[in-house]
């Protein structure tokens, strides 16, 4: 595989508008269709455990099409060793940044010891990412929440960001919720505990020589705007994205001043056939590569219809054909 030169990739990243890492979701059928709809928004990989990375079948975990740039790598790990490793790969395979998940409740993370328990170790913490920094010349950011079960003060949040900025990390992304790791699993994490953008604000203010993106229940391009307009460096949304990825397709124009890339859903989709045909080429079931599909017509006329066309059919143009007919 050739190493990726600073030349491959640009020097700075727009962190304005960004697709969170979803387990799961993210992967790089959906980064691909995504590339359909937007051009300038920022992608991340789901959350790739560091023992995938070191120990797995690293070519097919982290192979990265040129087409679906910018992506960054979310890996979740707490060895500074390993870690370094990571970082280096990360630049090899041509990701434009590394980020260190610190905010993933999941009980096998918690197990593991990383995710969001590195925040209760903010000099651990520190450890792994001066450990990246040292080995590429990537970004190298973290992800967190605001608190974690009853460290909720704000020198909790404060102390935690000091000691990794210290390590030499310049952009957070801070989910505007804690994570309650008694009484509640992941999917409880992501609607339960209550938003506070206020927290977040307060970090901004208080650390004006970093970057914070905000991340929680943002579901539209008006709330990320308008958190743009407050004068953070940037705006995640997350499960809107998978539900409703249409929205993404006046983010171009909305959010960076750019063209949009499509005017229609239909020519999203007829864009997005032939990679489809050669995926399922390659042996990739149709279920995984229909799937990021399947809320492109959410809260459109059809939209039923259309995932009965995904489920029914096993080729993007038989579907297309369906909908057609209809």
Not at 127 to 152: F, H, N, Q, W
Not at 164 to 175: D, K
Not at 182 to 192: A, D, E, M, V
Request: hydrophobic share 40%; with cysteine; glycine share 8%.
């Amino acid at each position: 595989m050739p190493e990726a030169t600073a030349r491959d990739r640009p020097q700075a990243l727009n962190r304005r508008l960004s697709v969170a890492p979803m387990m799961q979701r993210t992967d790089r059928h959906f980064r691909r269709f995504m590339r359909r709809l937007t051009r300038r928004t920022l992608l991340y990989t789901e959350m790739i455990p560091l023992g995938a990375i070191l120990h797995g079948p690293r070519e097919r975990r982290l192979r990265l099409d040129p087409a679906e740039q910018a992506v960054a790598l979310q890996v979740g790990g707490s060895d500074p060793a390993g870690l370094s490793t990571a970082a280096r790969l990360a630049g090899r395979f041509g990701y434009r940044e590394i980020n260190l998940n610190c905010g993933c409740p999941s009980h096998a993370v918690r197990d593991g010891g990383f995710g969001v328990v590195l925040m209760r170790t903010p000099a651990r913490t520190a450890a792994c990412v001066r450990a990246m920094v040292e080995s590429t010349d990537l970004p190298v950011t973290v992800k967190a929440r605001i608190g974690l079960d009853t460290d909720r003060s704000e020198a909790f949040l404060d102390d935690f960001v000091g000691a990794v900025a210290e390590a030499g990390c310049r952009t957070f992304i801070i989910h505007a919720r804690s994570a309650w790791l008694t009484g509640l699993n992941p999917k409880q994490n992501r609607t339960i505990p209550p938003l506070d953008y206020a927290r977040v604000r307060r970090l901004a203010r208080s650390r004006p020589d970093l970057e914070i993106v905000v991340n929680g229940g943002i579901r539209s391009l008006p709330e990320a705007a308008g958190f743009l307009a407050e004068g953070f460096a940037g705006a995640m949304i997350g499960r809107a994205a998978w539900e409703h990825p249409w929205l993404f397709a006046e983010a171009d124009h909305r959010v960076f001043g750019a063209p949009p890339p499509l005017l229609t859903r239909e020519e999203a989709l007829h864009a997005h056939a032939p990679y489809v045909a050669r995926a399922l080429a390659d042996g990739e079931p149709f279920h995984r590569l229909a799937r990021p599909l399947t809320g492109l017509y959410r809260r459109q006329p059809g939209a039923r219809r259309w995932r009965r066309a995904l489920a029914e059919h096993r080729t993007l143009a038989d579907a297309l054909g369906s909908m057609a007919a209809a």
